[in-house]
Each structure stands twice: as C-alpha cells, then as structure tokens.
C-alpha cells in the first residue's frame, strides 16, 4: 500500500505512538484525520504542524460515544471525501490486582479498547468494501498473546483485539480490504503509570520508543502485513505461549511475584 495521498483516520492522536504515528503518515504524504478527547493537547499537536495543515483535520470526539463517532466521520468526510486507511490506536492500560480494580474501569478500558474500535471498523468497511479497497490497522499488544498477570483486564481486552482482526480478516477475504495486526511489547508511553516503569527496570522488561513502534506500524501497512508481533524475545514467547502455555506459567511465576510488589494501591 502506497501511503502518498492516502487518507487515514487515526485514533489516539495525543499518545506517544499517536504523536509519533503522525510524523511518519505526514512524511509519507498522507492527509491524516487525527482523534482524541484531550482537545487542547489535539490543538497543540496540529498547532506543530501548520505547514501541513491542509492534511491535518483535528477532530475532538469521545471515541466511546456514537455521537462522537458519527463526528469523526463527518468531519473526513467533509474535509477529505472519506476514509482509506483506519489505524485504531486509542487505548487505556492498568497495572492493577484485578480483583481490586475499580469496575466502572474496567467497563471504560472495554470501550475504549474494543467496542469503540469494533464500532469505528463497523462504519468505515462499507464504504471500503464498495469500493474494494481499504485497511484496517489495529494497535495490539504481545500482551494481547501472553496474558500478564497484574494486567488482565488489560490483557483481556487486546486478546478481543487479536480475535476480532483474525476473524474480521477472514470475512473479508477476497473483498480488497486488509486487516493488520500489530502488537508492539510494552512502549514508553505517558500511557504507563511510574509503578510500570519501576517494575521494568526491576525485572528487565525492556521497553521501546514510541518513534520506533510507529515507524515499524507504518512499515507493515505498507507492506499489507497480516499480524506483526514486535520484540525479541517477546516475539519468541508468543509462538512458545500458543504452543506451551503451561511452560510459560513456569517462567513467569518469579517474574509475577515482583511485578506484585509495584501494583499501586487501588
């Protein structure tokens, strides 16, 4: 897929990877229709590049609410004529016990994660189908494929995300529309609450810049990439926790029991 001229829709905008997301679509020639509810922080994003404005539509919205959705659309609409590209790259992350996680959180992570993306995939194929041509990018995890301890409702709703872009993927083969997955390890992100990056340096969890998971997310819709699981050895465990799940309980028992001495208290 060649990027120049393409219009894509990205969620997320005011995030690390979404910052970062934004410069390699711009770079590439893209008109990007960026999204968040932090609407100052959206202001001042576009605010960076006013060199570029007439390939940059800001559009404040709540991506959880359908009012907000039918927003967004609009305003690609009517700014660019629609939507080529759809890279769902909003997310909320817990580092928590979950039998003490707050339940209207874990109800908000579940829209924000999955229904919202499921919702916003749901508007835009039509016209993609239509047409016979179009992508679906959603932003996973490799936690979405190795479920962490301290971060099960996490880890849960980027299981859903992996499911719903193998099965979306299958049902419109043959259509022209392309479903990537990519599932980055843990990023440093201003997503991480201190105790996350703590943890890290205490186990060794290595953690990656946010311009190197964005360059990587562009490289594997250029190249119509299915699934893309990025780190080593973390891409390693993935295939090793598809095969021996039990193995991988054994391995991680040390690590989980540091991981519990940083969870904040709820």
Known sequence: MKLES???LLTGACGGIGQA???ELLDRGASVGIVDRRGDELVQLAG???GEASRIEAVCADITDSAGRALILR??????????VLINNAGILAFAEFARQDPAGIEQMMRVNVTAP???ARAVLPEMIGRGWGRIVNVGSIFGSIGFAWHTAYSTSKYAMRGFSEALRRELDGSGVGVTYVAPRAVRT???PPEMY???ERTGMKMDAPAAVARQIVRAIERDRKDVYLGFPESFFVRMNALFPRLVDGALRRQNSVMR????EA
């Open 48 to 50: 960076r590049y006013a």
């Open 190 to 192: 201003p997503l991480n």
């Open 198 to 200: 703590r943890m890290a």
């Open 118 to 120: 499921l919702a916003l």
């Open 261 to 264: 001495t940083f969870i904040p």
């Open 75 to 84: 305003n690609m609409h009517e700014r660019f004529g629609g939507v080529d």
């Open 6 to 8: 393409a219009r894509i």
């Open 21 to 23: 997301l934004l410069v």
